[in-house]
């Protein structure tokens, strides 16, 4: 989309617009938010790249999608469960419809938006753990090949807030200002019409798109295992969080004085802090295999696929003949009738 322009006293600036449409009505009743193509895009694109890695590394092809299908559910279900936690108020409390999900603002609505990054990543990890122990992966091994695609994927997902018009900051007159309209129920009042604002999703693609390029340059070297790339995902990707979610000027909780997100970002980056420091300790070698110990491949060497093995066929060449020694006894008899003849 091109970029529109507006004449102001000091001449010609450009701006960022705001799409006018955000969902697609496919059919009487069903309704395909661009939103939600953003996320799954950005599921597929992480899930293509965690393939290509964890094969390199040795793993089964395509074992990135038995951990998927704990992981990603558990996933939405947390980022689901975050965001309600951390907006009390519009789920909960007097006149509000918090449990019936046949009416709108439920908590089980997720279809009507809201859902959190953070709690994503501990009902992904939930999933993605309990996915490792099903197919035999290690889980380090799993969050350092997802670390590059979980970032492409929320990269991917973020220019869903920008087809929703939401999650933008604070007003600003830099050419690059998001356009928002006055008639948005986000825009804040007693702004004049036209007020431009910093488009933090844009902030957020170009930082973890820039990240995707510092993980798979860092994850080249063989220091990087044992979950240290994962814990280098956690702490670039909860800076940039920390600086992002300081401009925004949507509603959110407050604790400690700072916003919910906010305080969720310093925790991620002292988690990826964490993980670094006590991973290198216990961990200065390489890792040995992607498999836990005693669930190694047992197909690595195999020189031909199942089909192709003749062994798999039912043999149906004559039996041998067996020689027959001379001067030796019949075993058996020639069958006689009732009379006695042969």
């Not at 939103?35 to 965690?50: K, S």
């Not at 994503?120 to 091994?141: E, K, V």
């Not at 690059?176 to 431009?196: C, D, Q, V, Y």
């Not at 491949?297 to 093995?309: G, H, I, L, P, W």
Request: charged share 15%.
């Amino acid at each position: 989309m091109s970029l529109a322009l507006h004449s102001t006293f000091a001449g010609v600036l450009a701006s960022i617009p705001s799409p006018t449409v955000s969902y697609w009505d496919v059919w009487p009743g069903i309704r395909i938010h661009f939103y939600a193509l953003c996320i799954i895009a950005g599921i597929i694109a992480a899930t293509f790249l965690t393939n290509h890695r964890l094969t390199k590394r040795g793993a089964e092809p395509w074992v990135v999608i038995d951990i998927s299908i704990l992981a990603v559910p558990l996933a939405i279900i947390g980022a689901r469960i975050f965001h309600v936690l951390t907006h009390p108020n519009d789920y909960f409390g007097e006149g509000i419809n918090t449990w019936n999900p046949f009416q709108p603002g439920s908590v089980w609505a997720i279809w009507e938006g809201g859902i959190a990054i953070f709690g994503a990543l501990i009902g992904g990890a939930i999933g993605a753990y309990l996915g490792c122990r099903w197919t035999g992966i290690r889980f380090w091994t799993f969050a350092d090949a997802l670390a590059p695609g979980l970032l492409l994927a929320q990269a991917m997902g973020r220019f869903g807030n920008w087809f929703n018009n939401e999650l933008f900051g604070l007003p600003t007159d830099l050419p690059w200002g998001l356009e928002i309209p006055s008639t948005n129920s986000a825009f804040p009042p007693g702004l004049p019409e036209g007020t431009l604002f910093h488009p933090t999703f844009l902030y957020e693609v170009i930082w973890n798109g820039l990240g995707v390029i510092v993980l798979l340059w860092l994850g080249r070297k063989l220091f990087f295992q044992w979950g240290r790339l994962f814990a280098i995902y956690l702490i670039w990707y909860s800076a940039g969080r920390i600086v992002w979610e300081s401009i925004r000027i949507d509603p959110s909780e407050i604790i400690l004085g700072l916003r919910s997100n906010v305080l969720a970002a310093i925790i991620g980056v002292l988690v990826g802090l964490a993980i670094l420091i006590v991973q290198t300790r216990r961990h200065p070698g390489l890792e040995p295999s992607p498999y836990q110990l005693g669930r190694e491949r047992t197909d690595a060497d195999a020189d031909v696929q199942s089909q192709n093995n003749p062994s798999d066929f039912v043999d149906v060449s004559e039996p041998p003949t067996e020689e027959v020694t001379a001067g030796a006894t019949a075993t058996s008899t020639a069958p006689t009738s009732e009379d006695g003849s042969r």
